[in-house]
């Protein structure tokens, strides 16, 4: 077996000792290294590897958020995480039955996890991400490309949209069709965020003002797009409220 | 100057036992009897009086010690809201409060000749004046006395106390696991890199060990406490590499200086933690030093993190154990403040300058 396996670490020599273990046996090839969660799905896009040895802990983007977009990839790799220390994650990491490795890693524990390296399913993923408290909202939506995952910071997001079957994200420069569920969304991020209609979750200060039109129904004045977004009716109070403070 | 001011403003307060409690109570008791036995067998020997004489010095000394216990348990929240000087002289106005009531009711009685007391010795108005002048003086001094043995002996007790403390929390707050594996996955990665680094990790981190661990001194010089945290700089700065940057300003602080062991590098440990490791970009932290007459202060300043990065927890502790060693070293002449000024966090210590000759060696 060969792997070609991507190294995510944010500390150089954490990186180093990785590619050095790797390249001293007949474990794999590395085929690229990144020091942070933008940088690490970019190339994953780029060089589809078998496996990344993903590290938990990273400033910006943690370890588990770049899992769960990478997820999104059209072939997503296996993930193996490293962690130094966290008693909460390891735990964690063992009731879902996901690949890690304790920091020094052993070449021996290397290997079996290379072995073993299953697929991690997204749900596992979640799951995971919703245990680790602090960290459960995301930084980033990814959006699924054919050549990888693009990633909006949550920041440029100006509103999610749904209709039936698909959800759109709109930012500042466009719209894109994301995978997750409106209600996900809003748990996720219902702090940030606020539910305008059945079918819209709008960033809270993207709203610039409510208008009324002629038939008596109101819509939302949005900072940074033109259009209007229609409010339900039983929400126009609690939005008011909301918008007072 | 926006930093936010220290916690506990408040001053000493006044020690007293619970009198309220059915020990105090029972010691009080025992207290009065022995000093009863003293009195008579001084006053009269052992002659046939003594049985009568014991009788009425432990009635109206067990009066006056269960009335003041009665009345200090009925002031005890009274008195813990006053300052020191204040709630000692409510106190001591109290029990002498209690030794003229009971004088009082003593000649009163005397009058009547209960207990047999010879008439003609209390009712003369010249004796009377004497035995309540005397009492009063005599209840005065021995409240006094008490009050300063109670609240020495609460002082000595809430230092131990402290002391002991501050010791457990030095060694729980000290060692973060995640710098400990950290550290040691960067060893190994530079053993294999650059053996000679490599070696020289070791031997740092070796050096901080034994200053977190082994220490049995509770205070150490200036010049050392910064090599430590200069030490604990070194570690970390193999580990993040550029993202990390220390500035030190510290030429004007005295070498000499004692200082409660590891002062500084929880500090700097914190602002790196969470000033600069959750920073994708890294930052500066800076320490400063100022030496103003024989005031020290000390300045750790590092960035906030930014306002979309999930805040880390845990510094209190670190803070806390400072704070508490601080005041066992310097008690009340130490301060320690923190907050945030524009869009940095800072921690300010202040204490005055001890140095270690003018001490006599341990």
Redesign the interface.
């Known amino acids: 077996m060969s792997a070609r396996i991507l190294i995510v670490d944010d500390e150089a020599p954490a990186r180093e000792r990785l590619r050095a273990l790797v390249e001293s046996g007949p474990l794999g090839e590395v085929v690229g290294e990144a020091a942070n969660g933008e940088e690490a799905l970019r190339l994953a896009g780029g060089l589809t590897p078998d496996v990344v040895l993903l590290d938990v802990r990273m400033p910006g983007m943690n370890g588990l958020e770049v899992a769960r977009h990478m997820a999104l990839l059209p072939a997503p790799p296996a993930i193996v995480f490293t962690t130094a220390y966290d008693a909460y994650a390891v735990e964690a990491f063992e009731a879902e039955a996901v690949g890690y490795l304790l920091k020094p890693v052993r070449t021996e524990r290397l290997a079996a996890a290379l072995e073993r390296a299953a697929r991690l399913a997204s749900p596992a993923l979640d799951r995971l991400a919703g245990r680790e408290g602090q960290a459960a909202a995301r930084t980033h939506i990814g959006v699924r490309r054919r050549d990888g995952v693009h990633l909006v910071p949550l920041t440029e997001v100006l509103y999610f949209s749904a209709d039936q079957k698909y959800t759109t994200l709109r930012h500042s420069g466009g719209s894109e069709l994301i995978e997750d569920s409106l209600r996900a969304l809003e748990e996720e991020f219902g702090s940030r965020f606020v539910r305008v209609h059945r079918n819209a979750l709008v960033q809270r200060h993207c709203i610039a003002g409510l208008e009324r039109d002629d038939a008596g129904q109101y819509h939302v004045v949005l900072r940074g797009a033109p259009e209007r977004l229609a409010v339900s009716r039983r929400l126009v109070g609690e939005l008011r409220e909301q918008l007072r403070i | 100057m926006s930093v936010a001011a220290p916690t506990d403003v408040s001053g000493p307060r006044l020690n007293l036992p619970d009198f309220c409690a059915a020990r105090a109570v029972l010691a009080v008791a025992l207290i009065c009897e022995l000093t009863a036995v003293v009195l008579t067998l001084a006053r009269t020997g052992p002659t046939a009086q003594l049985w009568m004489d014991l009788a009425r010095t432990s009635l109206f000394l067990l009066w006056i010690g269960l009335g003041c216990a009665a009345l200090l348990c009925a002031l005890r929240h009274y008195l813990g809201r006053l300052s020191l000087p204040l709630a000692s002289g409510v106190a001591l106005g109290a029990m002498v409060a209690v030794v003229a009531a009971v004088s009082e009711v003593s000649l009163w009685m005397a009058h009547g000749a209960w207990f047999g007391a010879p008439r003609s010795a209390l009712s003369a108005a010249g004796e009377a004046w004497r035995f309540r002048l005397g009492n009063l003086a005599i209840g005065a001094v021995v409240a006094a006395l008490a009050l300063r043995y109670f609240h020495v002996s609460g002082e000595w007790r809430r230092n131990v106390e402290l002391q002991a403390r501050a010791r457990v929390h030095a060694l729980q707050a000290r060692i973060r ?2 710098f ?3 550290s ?3 060893i ?3 053993t ?2 650059n053996p000679a680094q490599a070696e020289e990790a070791v031997q740092d981190l070796a050096d901080l060990f034994r200053a977190t661990l082994n220490d049995q001194r509770q205070h150490i010089t200036l010049a050392e406490e910064l090599e430590v945290a200069r030490t604990y700089e070194r570690i970390e700065k ?4 550029e993202r990390l940057k220390v500035i030190w300003e510290v030429a004007d602080l005295p070498a000499t200086a004692e200082v409660p062991s590891l002062l500084l590098q929880p500090l700097l440990e914190n602002a790196i933690h969470h000033g600069i ?4 970009g890294g930052g500066v932290v800076t320490v400063s030093g100022v030496l103003d007459a024989d005031l020290i202060g000390i300045t750790v300043r590092n960035p906030l993190p930014e306002a ?4 880390r927890e845990g510094h209190r502790l670190a803070l806390a154990n400072i704070r508490e060693r601080m005041e066992l070293m310097y008690a009340g002449r130490a301060r320690v403040e923190t907050g945030r000024q524009g869009d940095e966090y800072v921690v300010r210590l202040r204490f005055p300058r001890i140095d270690a000759t003018t001490r006599p060696p341990a």
């Open positions: 696991p995640h400990l594996f950290n040691m996955n960067t190994a990665a530079l294999r890199s193999l580990r993040m590499g490791e959750p920073r994708p979309n990065e999930p805040a």
